[in-house]
């Protein structure tokens, strides 16, 4: 007996429809290792028609009033409040995460900050109009830029759907999204959802594969292309984009450092760090991967961070017990396996360092120490459960350590003394840097990196004008 398998669809001009060569991908639920559902490997001609449809109907999106555009994006809110246990099943499928953490940590943070961009609509700032030349009035104004096409991965695929489709609508412009190939079910579902409630065009969706990506990046259409994803993906983006010079977001990997002094509660600290680190598999860019410890708190640290580790679980989404669920696909797990089996002499695997069970992928809690500056797990994204220690000797020894990576995304530090950590947070080269705490985000503030973490900002006001363009106008009064 043969299980017939879902059928996923793309979303364009208001319409589910097949690729338009009718190719397929095989998705994969991670908790089992089972194909579940196909999803479309859209090409070029899907890629024309999203494109047509989004320009078709920017014209009129962008003209209607912020109060308008509010109202549609309240809507969504409500519809994905109203349908919380639909979207759950759909990413859990996609992710294979624990069903109670995704209720939990999910859905509504996605649901806050939809209204909080429905309210950001109607507060754009700028200059007032004013005389900056003798006899003449100038005005700025600030206007959607167009047709955005938008890559999200796979790590948060609902969450980082919401960062991108909602600052874009709430700004007027119209939106071509594509999820990552091995989790595209909630955004389908997410398309099917807002599609009732904007107009048609507005909001499209085209699943596929990278080629998929790079064809929408480089259509002539789109006047902005946004990514979440890895540092190499993000490169070829912009690449891609300055060859018709188009704005580019992008948002993309790091390997944030958690500086942990010698005053710290070890106990309250470890216990933070380790859920901050091993939350979501550790496939999360800010996730507390890389901590330092002063060398005199460092073997107590060290033992009491393995314990932790070995007391946290892994396992099926309706597990109750369980903090993370598996890794996304076979390619993550054969990366993050790779980093351990590759770890060097000196390197001392302290817990976890292996597959769990052989169904899904599954991969243990694991804390490595003894580490090098220079070693490739330091400097590298592993994107998996792994949390590496390192110890400094004194502040500018911990400075020059977080800060020599190319990542510069997070950050955290770890004391009682107030004027060492307004010190660190100056330092610190990184977009967020957290006190004695590790990976809270709020829709008010900004998310967003340096360097090789890429460039523009998710989440806040600075998110919302990424999605703007500024005209200046003058005029004469005589």
Request: charge should be negative.
């Amino acid at each position: 007996m043969t299980t017939e398998l879902r059928r996923l669809r793309n979303y364009i001009d208001g319409e589910f429809r097949d690729a338009a060569d009718g190719r397929t991908i095989d998705v994969i639920n991670p908790a089992t290792g089972e194909v579940y559902a196909t999803s479309p490997l859209s090409g070029q001609a899907d890629v024309d028609a999203a494109m047509e449809a989004a320009a078709a109907a920017f014209p009129a999106w962008r003209d209607t009033t912020p109060s308008e555009r509010q109202k549609v994006l309240l809507k969504i809110a409500d519809a994905f409040e109203e349908r919380a246990e639909e979207l759950i099943a759909a990413e859990v499928e996609n992710t294979g995460k624990p069903v109670g953490i995704t209720a939990s940590e999910e859905i509504p943070p996605m649901v806050d900050q939809i209204r909080f961009f429905a309210g950001a609509a109607r507060l754009l700032e700028g200059r007032s109009a004013g005389e900056y030349m003798e006899g003449m009035t100038s005005i700025v104004r600030r206007e959607p830029v167009g047709v955005c096409a938008q890559v999200a991965p796979w790590n948060y695929p609902m969450m980082m759907a919401v960062w991108k489709f909602a600052p874009a609508l709430a700004a007027g412009n119209t939106v071509v999204l594509k999820p990552s190939d091995t989790t595209p079910a909630s955004t389908v579902l997410m398309a099917e959802i807002i599609g009732s409630i904007v107009p048609k065009g507005v909001f499209n969706v085209i699943c596929g594969d990278r080629e998929t990506g790079r064809a929408m990046v480089e259509h002539p259409t789109p006047a902005m292309a946004s990514i979440t994803g890895s540092v190499r993906a993000g490169m070829q983006v912009a690449e891609s984009a300055a060859k018709d010079v188009k704005r580019v977001h992008l948002e993309l990997g790091g390997k944030a450092p958690v500086v942990v002094f010698e005053d710290t509660d070890i106990a309250k600290a470890v216990e933070d760090i380790s859920v901050a680190g091993f939350f979501n598999a550790g496939q999360d860019c800010t996730a507390a991967t890389r901590v330092l410890v002063h060398e005199s708190i460092h073997d107590e640290f060290v033992a009491a961070l393995a314990k932790a580790a070995s007391e946290t679980k892994t396992g099926q989404p309706d597990d109750e017990d369980v903090l993370y669920g598996p890794l996304n696909n076979a390619n993550q797990l054969k990366q993050v396996s790779g980093f351990i089996d590759r770890l060097p002499a000196h390197a001392k695997v302290e817990a976890g360092g292996h597959r769990v069970g052989d169904k899904g992928y599954f991969y243990a809690p694991t804390v490595v120490s003894g580490l090098k500056q220079d070693d490739e797990i330091i400097q590298n994204e592993v994107f998996g459960p792994v949390i590496t220690v390192q110890s400094f000797a004194d502040e500018a020894e911990a400075l020059e350590f977080a800060n020599g990576v190319e990542y510069a995304l997070a950050s955290s530090v770890w004391t009682k003394d107030h004027q060492r950590a307004m010190r660190m947070s100056r330092s610190l080269d990184f977009g967020c840097v957290w006190i004695n705490t590790h990976i809270p985000l709020v829709a008010e503030m900004p998310h967003g990196g340096f360097k090789k973490s890429g460039y523009g900002k998710d989440l806040s006001a600075y998110g919302f004008e990424d999605y703007t363009r500024i005209k200046h106008v003058m005029t004469s009064l005589g």
